[in-house]
């Protein structure tokens, strides 16, 4: 005669939840199998019936009960398990920082996870795991550009000042030249990537014609711009700019105006024409420090929009899409506002390694 299966007694509290969890479409599988094991034993199901009816293994439902019976609803949980032992510790960690401060091998320009995991004896997929583990990206790069000016603060603080509390009846215009503006002739459309997207595309071969300049001068307090499109960028040309330019500010007493400009040659050594514009104070930025110059963030702009992508068959095609566009540009002008950037010398670092200590 077949032994009968032992009964289970359950409260009804835990009833109630069992049942939820055995009806439940977002619990995780095994909770699930193990609260309808519980609830069969419950009933009185015998085993063999049991695990038929459920499709397991007749001792997997003897030893849920069991396990159930001396630890209550926690029964449904996996057991904390060690897992497989770890292959890589922090030493190979330290390895692979240690082989990011060596020379790439041979024909490479840097490190890249295959070479790394080559040069270690390592698998790819744990090289990996460990640099984004330390937030190590081979691929991903920023440039900087730090000042030596030994007046960094002095002229820094003189150019912010001038937007942020500029003088009293002054306007501050911030000006500077973008120079070899090509002018590109390529055929352009639109293509279907891989993954179904519809991007904008160009062909890869193109034909020159020619470069051109652009003076830009961009009124901090309005965030007006005025452009003048050349084919040179010489003293002369930068000076009649500017004449150009304050002709059309209005020149009454005690106007004045004061402008920002890097460091380019054609910028400096204008005394004479400065001393007969007494109510025109040039402004320098710091050597190697032209981003602080408003205008720069201008000319950014204008390349996305006009120079990206684009085609120009001619020298005067271009000018005159340079032109529609700071015309346009007018008619939605709205001034920069200045946020403070804090550049601190700490932010780099020669080494990873010393990075991450």
């Known amino acids: 005669m077949p032994r009968k299966a032992p009964v289970i007694n359950v409260v009804p509290e835990v009833r109630m939840q069992l049942e939820s969890i055995a009806r439940s479409r977002s619990e995780e599988a095994r909770r699930v199998l193990r609260a309808k094991t519980i609830m069969g034993c419950a009933d009185g199901v015998p085993v ?168 830009g001068a961009l009124e901090v307090a309005t965030g007006a711009v005025k452009g003048k499109v050349t084919e040179r960028k010489t003293r002369s040309d930068f000076l009649q700019f500017m004449d150009e330019l304050l002709a059309e500010y209005p020149q009454g007493e005690g106007q004045e105006f004061h402008v920002i400009l890097d460091n380019y040659c054609i910028h400096k050594k204008n005394d004479a024409w400065l001393e007969s514009r007494p109510n025109v104070h040039f402004h320098f930025t710091p050597t190697s420090a032209s981003w602080l110059n408003q205008v720069e963030i201008w000319f950014g702009i204008m390349s996305r929009k006009v120079l990206r992508g684009a085609s120009h068959d001619s020298k005067t095609e271009l000018k005159a899409a340079i032109e529609a566009f700071i015309s346009a540009y007018d008619h939605n002008k709205k001034p920069f506002k200045w946020r403070k950037r804090e550049v601190r010398g700490t932010q780099i670092r020669d080494t990873i390694a010393n990075l991450r200590v």
């Open 48 to 215: 063999m019936e049991l695990a038929d009816r459920l499709g397991i293994r007749p001792n997997t439902v003897i030893a849920c009960r069991e396990r159930f019976v001396r630890e209550g609803l926690s029964a449904l949980d996996d057991r904390p398990r060690s897992g497989k032992p770890r292959k890589y510790g922090e030493d190979a960690e330290k390895k692979i920082l240690a082989k990011l401060e060596e020379r790439p091998p041979d024909g490479m320009g840097c490190w890249d996870g295959g070479s790394l995991a080559l040069a270690l004896g390592m698998s790819d997929d744990a090289v990996w795991r460990l640099l984004r583990k330390n937030n190590i990206c081979l691929k991903r790069q920023r440039s900087w550009c730090v000042s030596t000016d030994p007046e960094f603060a002095a002229k820094a603080a003189d150019v912010v000042g001038l937007y942020l509390d500029p003088p009293t009846n002054a306007i501050v215009i911030s000006v500077d030249e973008k120079p070899s503006i090509q002018a590109l002739s390529r055929t352009t459309g639109y293509v279907t990537s891989r993954d179904g997207k519809v991007v904008r595309a160009y062909k890869s071969t193109y034909r020159r014609n020619g470069t051109l300049n652009l003076f």
